[in-house]
């Protein structure tokens, strides 16, 4: 119970402090595409100024510490989302899947997957590209459906309680080599 209350006071100063920081509601809200090629609001924390559109250092931290993310749990209590799976993506990609890769779309979209742990840093690779979105398109995305297309026909629980400690424990994980690639 006492961790419960300590999760949920912590909980409640990081949306404090984020609200105050983006001088908004400190909540962000997009659509992204879920299972059966469903759009669905997901929930972040907003790491964005409000009227600048510019990152603080503290919206930096939630972002490298994924604290952005906790909000996702709305999404997990709604059905929307699980634990572990596919990450959703915006709309113009899952949802253009064809042919076999569609395969992804059945399932629900996870807080974290074996993707989420391959791009772990995927902002900090973007931002040393010269063209961050043609990287993106032509290199990242598709991986992430070689890799999320691998999960659909592979997962069981034991590889998702691996995930998760992954996730949590962020220590070196070879996605490729666990997938058969590398």
Same mark, same amino acid.
């Given at each position: 119970? #006492? *961790?419960?209350? *300590?999760? #949920?006071?912590?909980?409640?100063?990081?949306?404090?402090?984020?609200?105050?920081?983006?001088?908004?509601?400190?909540?962000?809200?997009?659509?992204?595409? =879920?299972?059966? =090629? $469903?759009?669905?609001?997901?929930? $972040?924390?907003?790491?964005?100024?409000? $009227?600048? +559109? /510019?990152?603080?250092?503290?919206?930096?931290?939630?972002?490298?510490? /994924?604290? @952005?993310?906790?909000?996702?749990?709305?999404?997990?209590?709604? =059905?929307?989302?699980?634990?572990?799976?596919?990450?959703?993506? #915006?709309?113009?990609?899952?949802?253009?899947?064809? =042919?076999? @890769?569609?395969?992804?779309?059945?399932?629900?979209?996870? *807080?974290?997957?074996?993707?989420?742990? /391959?791009?772990? +840093?995927?902002?900090?690779?973007?931002?040393?590209?010269? +063209?961050?979105?043609?990287?993106? @398109?032509?290199?990242?995305?598709?991986?992430?459906?070689?890799?999320? /297309?691998?999960?659909?026909? +592979?997962?069981?629980?034991?590889?998702? #309680?691996?995930?998760?400690?992954?996730?949590?424990?962020?220590?070196?994980? @070879?996605?490729?080599?666990?997938?058969? $690639?590398?």
């Amino acid at each position: 119970m #006492v *961790i419960l209350v *300590i999760g #949920v006071g912590f909980l409640l100063l990081v949306i404090a402090i984020t609200a105050i920081d983006t001088q908004s509601n400190g909540f962000f809200t997009q659509e992204r595409i =879920g299972q059966h =090629g $469903k759009p669905f609001l997901i929930y $972040k924390l907003r790491t964005l100024h409000s $009227k600048t +559109n /510019k990152m603080s250092a503290f919206g930096h931290a939630l972002r490298t510490t /994924k604290l @952005d993310e906790i909000p996702q749990i709305l999404n997990l209590l709604k =059905g929307e989302m699980t634990l572990v799976g596919p990450r959703p993506d #915006v709309t113009g990609y899952a949802d253009q899947l064809v =042919g076999a @890769d569609q395969i992804i779309l059945q399932l629900k979209p996870g *807080i974290t997957g074996l993707a989420s742990l /391959k791009y772990r +840093n995927e902002e900090q690779i973007l931002s040393q590209q010269p +063209n961050p979105q043609h990287y993106n @398109d032509e290199v990242i995305w598709p991986d992430k459906v070689r890799i999320n /297309k691998w999960y659909a026909q +592979n997962r069981t629980l034991v590889m998702d #309680v691996q995930i998760i400690f992954y996730t949590i424990i962020p220590i070196p994980f @070879d996605v490729d080599a666990f997938i058969g $690639k590398g």
